[in-house]
């Protein structure tokens, strides 16, 4: 399955920057056929099926050669289950396997979606803006703007937010 192909079965939520299943069934027949055993994990996940994919996820990260990526599905299945702590720790493993700054850049891309889970949307922006001058150095205008855009919506609703004095984006 290419990359435009997996583009049909999930899109990440321009407004919560959660992965999200487009359509279940096509992700269910995914996971049921031939996919990369790293695939099979973020399907998992989008399936809401946590305690498979980490179970799965761990047991493959040893011998993986997508490590990175994995790191960043088995934290963003933390973040769904409000394990804060565990999947910045995920994270941080994620940042040690940079080599460049686009790969550093798509790395603080995911803390800065981790950030805003947790509604701290000053610090998102912040990630958000050292992903977009990371891809900008890296010759990535789109990946850069993709993250501008970013950090401007984390602005935003952190300013909602100190506006009205309490919480201005509820993410259940």
Avoid at 2 to 9: K, N, R
Avoid at 32 to 49: I, K, N, S, T
């Amino acid at each position: 399955m290419t990359v435009e192909d997996t583009a049909s079965l999930w899109r990440t939520d321009p407004t919560t920057f959660r992965d999200v299943a487009i359509n279940r069934q096509s992700v269910e027949a995914a996971l049921a056929g031939e996919c990369p055993p790293v695939e099979r994990v973020r399907y998992l996940a989008l399936l809401g099926r946590d305690t498979e994919a980490l179970d799965e996820g761990f047991k493959l990260l040893p011998h993986t050669s997508d490590r990175r990526e994995l790191l960043l599905i088995l934290a963003q299945v933390n973040q769904r289950q409000y394990r804060w702590h565990d999947a910045a720790v995920l994270h941080e493993k994620a940042l040690r396997t940079v080599q460049s700054p686009e790969e550093e850049a798509y790395v603080r891309h995911h803390i800065g979606r981790r950030l805003f889970d947790e509604a701290r949307f000053r610090a998102a922006a912040d990630e958000f803006q050292w992903a977009a001058d990371l891809y900008r150095v890296a010759g990535q205008p789109e990946l850069a703007e993709d993250n501008r855009q970013a950090m401007r919506h984390a602005l935003q609703v952190h300013g909602a937010e100190r506006a009205v004095g309490r919480s201005a984006f509820d993410l259940s």
